[in-house]
């Protein structure tokens, strides 16, 4: 019951109010068994009638028993009736029944303190004895009504009744008792708004709130005068509509989030840096499917269906001498026969200028397709960096570093006990250090010692990338050695020697840097950054030797393909010789296109490395998961009850989930898609496919066979560190291709930019013969390097205004902070005076208010907003003033 | 044919696996070759060595001297499974506290602890020490001996008491702890406020044993984090147990 500044009048009515309500909700309640009971049997549920009946009675008991909790129930009824029943009834009823037992104790309570104010109040209760009697009676009308209940045909016409009687009933007060109505309201409305800082207990706070909330929901409808009532009750109800659909609609959005109640089950158990990498992946798994539509829906469906088919000419053929294998397991494994020349790959593409009844221009739209994917994901991953830069920032870490730990140090997200338990640990230890290292800075006297170690860290760590680079150079020349002997002459081992050894690396080698990393000492966050540079290191070491071992490879084809074409003019010449003088009249003699000689073709072959090493790592990953996870998960849970140590606890233990190997790993498996995806367009779809399963995979991997990490925490800066390494893997994995691109010329017999000098000459092409003359002529303006170079240095001028702009913003930022501090120091000396003179009250408030600007701050901080920060500082200044 | 090249990438994985678990080859090499190799060379028992160390460096009558000489014999010559110096403390703050008049000590190996404990208890109490190995309870017996204390060791399974036991120390085989702690709850040995302390709970590790604890709820508990003894390293942890009696 509120008991808290309302008037009179008010808790008079209160009483009142809710026994007539009672009563109301009482008779829906019934109405509303009913009403289920018809739904059933519409549904044609195979239920007899006496049973059924019987389960009614149940359900109402109970719901007799909780009306305590009548508002809450009945707005989620309504909301219910409003969805069209499409629940099972069944179900809530149960709930219901759930709940019930744990409000009846509350609710007793409340009994009690009514009992009270009756007593108490009843004295003043006499004095407005005219208005009690009018809502008797109107109680008693309705009384009868509610008796009059008996047959279940009348239900519908009965809500109509009540409501008309909710809408008579103020009528029938006097003006006055409606202006005094009027006020409760407005008193209930500002009690709702001021609730949140009342200094109550949260069970008083929920029940006033229900409460205030019933109330005004009864209330508000009927508060309107003469004609306009109606009207104002229709606006009320109209606005609690759409505010309930809003809340719904949000709902139904969250709902849409394709997996958001898994990475949510996971952040609960492992806390935010872990989910933060599943997050990661959807995100990525977006940026994917729009590139899969591109290369789709834009060059491999369009080549599919109205390019020539397979078969019509020598580059869509399986060449002759591997006709035989060329539906092997073996081959099709490693991309090669019918795989390499169907639409997967560069080479099967015609470089007809326009194929099928739509003159779709092939060669342009996969030229653009290419450009576009790159264009396209710079984009994204720039606004997103700018959109989470937004974000972050504001706080410092530095000046209040207890308090920062006090406030803030807890993720709210945890919901699994032990990761509360290893938080609360983690949370603790932190305390210690922090304290730690508080009298340390006093004395820094092992600073040597730590520097020493952190450099030999480093050193150690050098070593370990140039080995790795070592070992990948030599077994890619190797490679190249048997390329030259002819792959067949050697085992599987050795063909797939350099993917091989490439994810063998990119597994092990993190393992040993984050056994180094212990050397160094430095606070988890620090060393993950660090953990995540020297990963960073070793895969883009191990991608640049692949591709440089690549271009070597593209050379040797290139040489080869001068050898082909050289005979190949040999070779038609002798065709033509052998068949002219036999039979001039005769056609022109068809050879099959498998018969007819080809060169290498560097593109697809770039392609085909690609794709392969894209699918080893998927396996690698596959396999490292299920073995190094799941066998061990496996083998330590079930072999711990015959070993004699303990497993779990000990030595083999449960894996943690290794956040920062897998992110890199996800940006490094991205960075070879664009790579290759120029060469490839099967690539994007492949990594759809991998994305979605590793999602699954993963999500089940780690609520199966992981623990939460020991050291748990919160990984809200290091999204935008993932986000400038994707930056960085964006850039150098497309400088490779478009170096490809515009520096080596095209194949002569293969892939729509055959007989072209360079790719890009199709856009040449393309605006001399589609586009009419002057468009052209004003790009060839525009394209003018007197034009280009100025605009080039307005781009740069402005970024650098720019710059420098937020970079002022920033120290005024900076001065701002200072000026806070300088305030509250000037604050505690005051109120530390003020105690020290009388502890008066105003002293006490004034700590109490300090605490609160404390509370304040810390909570601006969290937030970032700048603005808010200023107002706080504002208010600050104020009630400084005010104090002194 | 794998090639070498291959199994070169396999190096880091080695390197890794040497650094992280390097705590545990030392471990394997102290207790478990060393002694191996002791064994056959001298045809003493492990324990016979240790007696014969402690015998040769300590002062007859001084307990604090004999610990010493154990400590010393086990992290610089061999390695027997104490319960340490910095364990050892735990375990005498405890005891301090506690002062209780009835001890009960399973496993006392080669009677260092029964040493260590009988060193803190107060006046006119009493450690009744259990042994499974006959020569290990004999040279346990010799030890307290020489530490000057009264020989109270009782042999075998004859162990009647009629009064409950304060303070129980479990240090006997880790598989034992779960069966015994019952067994001490049927006997009605413990008291309401009796202190079980069982060592050595997280390495080699009694899993069972703290699963019942935490489920039974007859028990206040929580675990001291330590070090294995004589070893840098590796983690363990001593159970401190509280009995409460049936609620």
């Known amino acids: ?640 009850y015959c070993w004699c140590w303990d497993l779990e606890a000990g030595f083999p233990s449960y894996s943690e989930f290794d956040v920062s190997g897998n992110v890199l790993g996800l940006i490094f498996n991205q960075g070879m898609i664009w790579m290759g995806a120029f060469y490839a367009p099967c690539l994007p779809a492949l990594n759809v496919l991998r994305l979605h399963v590793s999602m699954y995979l993963q999500c089940w991997a780690v609520m199966c066979c992981n623990v939460p990490q020991e050291r748990v925490f919160k990984a809200s800066g290091s999204n935008n560190f993932y986000m400038a390494m994707l930056l960085v893997i964006l850039f150098l994995s497309t400088l490779p291709a478009i170096y490809t691109i515009v520096t080596i010329p095209p194949s002569f017999d293969c892939g729509p930019f055959s007989g072209k000098s360079r790719m890009f000459d199709v856009i040449q092409e393309t605006l001399e013969s589609d586009f009419p003359a002057w468009f052209s002529k004003v790009f060839s303006y525009a394209s003018n390097p007197g034009l280009v170079l100025p605009f080039l240095l307005l781009m740069v001028l402005a970024i650098y205004y720019l710059q420098s702009t937020s970079k002022s913003f920033k120290e005024a930022n900076v001065e701002l902070k200072k000026k806070l501090q300088m305030a509250r120091k000037a604050m505690t000396q005051a109120a530390e005076q003020q105690s020290n003179n009388n502890a008066s009250p105003q002293a006490q408030k004034g700590e109490a208010r300090s605490f609160l600007w404390w509370s304040e701050i810390g909570s601006s901080g969290i937030h970032g907003k700048k603005k808010k920060k200023k107002e706080t500082f504002r208010a600050l200044c104020k009630d400084l003033n005010v104090l002194l | 044919m794998v090639s070498p090249a291959i199994a070169l990438a396999f190096l880091p994985l080695v390197v890794t696996l040497i650094i992280r678990y390097r705590y545990y080859f030392v471990l394997f090499y102290r207790a478990f070759l060393v002694r191996v190799w002791q064994d056959c060379a001298t045809g003493l028992s492990r324990e016979e060595r240790a007696f014969q160390y402690v015998l040769t460096n300590a002062t007859p009558g001084d307990p604090d001297s004999i610990l010493e000489a154990f400590d010393q014999w086990c992290s610089k010559v061999e390695f027997i499974s104490n319960i340490g110096p910095k364990k050892g403390k735990i375990l005498d703050r405890l005891l301090m506290e506690q002062s209780p008049m009835t001890v009960l000590e399973l496993g006392a190996h080669c009677g260092y602890s029964a040493v260590r404990m009988a060193r803190c208890l107060p006046l006119g109490a009493r450690l009744y020490s259990v042994e499974m190995d006959q020569r290990n309870a004999t040279i346990a017996e010799k030890v307290i001996r020489l530490a000057g204390f009264d020989d109270d060791t009782v042999r075998g399974p004859s162990l009647k008491m009629h009064c409950t036991v304060d303070f129980v120390f479990m240090d006997h085989w880790k598989k034992c702890y779960l069966p015994d702690l019952q067994l001490l709850e049927g006997s009605g040995l413990l008291g309401k406020g009796s202190m079980i302390l069982a060592d050595n709970v997280l390495f080699p590790g009694a899993p069972n044993f703290l699963r019942y604890v935490r489920k039974s709820g007859l028990y206040e508990w929580r675990i001291h984090q330590a070090t294995l003894e004589y070893i840098r390293g590796i983690r363990d942890g001593m159970a401190e147990l509280v009995y409460q009696g049936i609620k």
Request: proline share 3%; aromatic share 10%.
């Open chain 1, 1 to 640: 019951m509120t008991k808290c500044g309302v008037s009179v009048l008010t808790t008079g009515d209160e009483d009142e109010v809710s026994s007539c309500y009672e009563e109301h909700e009482w008779g829906k309640n019934r109405v509303k068994g009913r009403e289920k009971e018809r739904e059933k049997k519409k549904r044609g549920n195979a239920r007899k009638k006496g049973a059924s009946r019987a389960g009614r009675g149940d359900e109402e008991l109970e719901e007799r028993a909780e009306r305590g909790e009548k508002g809450r129930r009945r707005r989620k009824r309504d909301n219910h009736d409003g969805k069209g029943r499409e629940r099972d009834e069944e179900e809530q009823a149960e709930e219901k029944s759930g709940r019930a037992q744990e409000e009846r104790d509350t609710e007793e309570g409340d009994a009690k303190r009514k009992k009270k104010n009756e007593s108490a109040k009843r004295e003043e209760k006499k004095e407005d004895g005219g208005k009690r009697a009018v809502k008797e009676k109107a109680n008693a009308v309705k009384t009868k009504k509610h008796k009059k209940k008996s047959s279940e045909e009348e239900d519908v016409e009965e809500e109509e009744e009540e409501e008309k009687e909710k809408e008579l009933r103020p009528e029938s007060l006097s003006p006055e008792e409606l202006e005094k109505l009027k006020e409760a309201v407005d008193e209930k409305k500002k009690l709702i708004q001021t609730l949140r800082g009342k200094p109550w207990p949260m069970k008083k706070k929920l029940s006033t709130l229900r409460e205030s909330q019933e109330f005004l929901e009864k209330y508000e409808g009927a508060l309107g005068k003469g004609k306009g009532r109606r009207l104002y009750a229709y606006k009320v109800m109209m606005t609690k509509k759409w505010m309930k659909f809003q809340r719904d609609f949000e709902n139904f959005k969250t709902a849409c989030i394709p997996w958001e109640m898994k990475i949510k089950e996971i952040e609960s158990h492992f806390g935010s840096s872990v989910a933060s990498y599943f997050i990661f992946l959807r995100w990525m798994y977006g940026i994917n499917m729009i590139l899969f539509g591109l290369t789709f829906g834009l060059v491999m469906v369009p080549e599919a269906l109205m390019g020539r088919p397979y078969g019509s000419m020598p580059r869509k053929t399986v060449p002759r001498a591997d006709e035989a294998s060329a539906m092997d397991f073996a081959v099709l494994w490693d991309f090669g026969g019918y795989a390499q020349y169907s639409v997967l790959f560069y080479g099967y593409y015609n470089n007809q200028r326009a194929i099928g009844w739509l003159k779709f221009r092939m060669p342009l739209s996969y030229f653009l397709v290419g450009v576009g994917t790159v264009a396209y994901s710079y984009m994204v991953v720039i606004r997103t960096m700018a959109r989470n830069a937004n974000e972050s920032g504001g706080g410092d870490d530095n000046s209040f570093n207890f308090s920062w730990k006090m406030f803030t140090s807890w993720d709210y997200l945890i919901g699994n006990p032990e990761t509360a338990d290893n938080k609360f640990a983690s949370i603790t230890t932190s305390f210690k250090e922090a304290i730690l290292e508080e009298q340390e800075s006093r004395k820094d006297d092992n600073i040597h010692l730590t520097r020493f170690l952190r450099v030999l860290a480093n050193f150690l760590v050098m070593c370990c990338l140039a080995g790795s680079g070592y070992l990948i150079y030599f077994v890619v020349r190797r490679s190249q050695k048997f390329a030259l002997d002819g792959l067949d002459n050697h085992s599987w081992w050795e063909r797939n020697e350099v993917n091989m050894v490439m994810s063998l690396l990119g597994m092990f080698c993190p393992m040993l840097f984050d056994v180094i990393s212990t050397l160094e000492n430095y606070h988890p966050r620090i060393a993950l950054q660090w953990q995540l540079g020297r990963i960073f290191a070793l895969f883009l070491g191990n991608l640049y030797t692949f591709i440089i071992a690549l271009m070597d490879e593209i050379n040797l084809k290139r040489k080869e393909e001068e050898i082909v074409k050289f005979n190949m003019t040999v070779w038609e010449a002798s065709l033509y010789n052998g068949t002219v003088p036999e039979n001039s009249t005769a056609p022109p003699v068809t050879i099959h296109p498998a018969d007819v000689p080809r060169g290498p073709c560097w593109e697809t072959m770039v392609g085909q490395e690609f794709v392969r090493l894209i699918i080893s790592d998927t396996m690698t990953t596959y396999i490292t998961l299920l073995i190094g996870d799941f066998l061990r998960a496996v083998l330590v849970r079930f072999l711990n």
